[in-house]
């Protein structure tokens, strides 16, 4: 809400001086940025263990083991963490809603370019719509805002 006692009545006659209005959200922010660059570099090192665990899993499953797909791994999970860091500093606060909206983007984004397959649904059934991508960003979201649920974030 606008608070209309904080906006002074400009001045008039011989003397007049420049004054500088007050934005009704300049002292109400609660924006933090101070808290991106911790909150961009602090999941690196968890991304890149998560990732070699991911890589090992594919790898029992007889996929071979290769630094593309460590990769893979490693950037995604970081871009997730990078994506929940500005919606946490323009909110103030962090939300598991934050991390089903980054999950569901890179999900759907995943799946229409056809780097992600959708867990928990069967392909029959995926294929069978026109877009498959909203299913998958869907899935994606779900499990990022439960995950983040589970882990404590409110919502």
Same mark, same amino acid.
């Given at each position: 809400?606008?608070?209309?006692?904080?906006?002074?009545?400009? +001045?008039?006659?011989?003397?007049?001086? +420049?004054? &500088?209005?007050?934005?009704?959200?300049?002292?109400?922010?609660?924006?933090?940025?101070?808290?991106?660059?911790?909150?961009?570099?602090?999941?690196?090192?968890?991304?890149?263990?998560?990732?070699?665990?991911?890589?090992?899993?594919?790898?029992?499953?007889?996929?071979?083991?290769?630094?593309?797909? *460590?990769?893979? &791994?490693?950037?995604?999970?970081?871009? *997730?963490?990078?994506?929940?860091? +500005?919606?946490?500093?323009?909110? $103030?606060?962090?939300?598991?809603?934050?991390?089903?909206?980054?999950?569901?983007?890179?999900?759907?984004?995943?799946?229409?370019?056809?780097?992600? $397959?959708?867990?928990?649904?069967? +392909?029959?059934?995926?294929?069978? *719509?026109?877009?498959?991508?909203?299913? $998958?960003?869907?899935?994606?979201?779900?499990?990022?805002?439960?995950?983040?649920?589970?882990?404590?974030?409110?919502?």
């Amino acid at each position: 809400l606008i608070e209309w006692s904080n906006f002074q009545p400009l +001045p008039t006659g011989p003397t007049v001086q +420049p004054v &500088y209005l007050e934005t009704p959200l300049a002292n109400e922010s609660n924006m933090k940025t101070n808290h991106l660059v911790p909150c961009v570099l602090n999941p690196i090192p968890s991304c890149a263990v998560m990732a070699g665990i991911f890589t090992g899993i594919d790898a029992m499953q007889g996929a071979p083991l290769s630094i593309r797909t *460590y990769g893979f &791994y490693a950037v995604s999970l970081w871009t *997730y963490h990078a994506l929940v860091c +500005p919606m946490e500093a323009i909110h $103030g606060r962090q939300s598991a809603l934050h991390n089903a909206a980054s999950g569901g983007m890179l999900g759907y984004i995943g799946v229409s370019r056809g780097m992600l $397959g959708v867990p928990f649904i069967n +392909p029959h059934l995926l294929y069978g *719509y026109r877009n498959p991508a909203i299913i $998958g960003g869907a899935v994606y979201g779900a499990m990022g805002g439960v995950f983040a649920a589970l882990g404590g974030k409110p919502i």
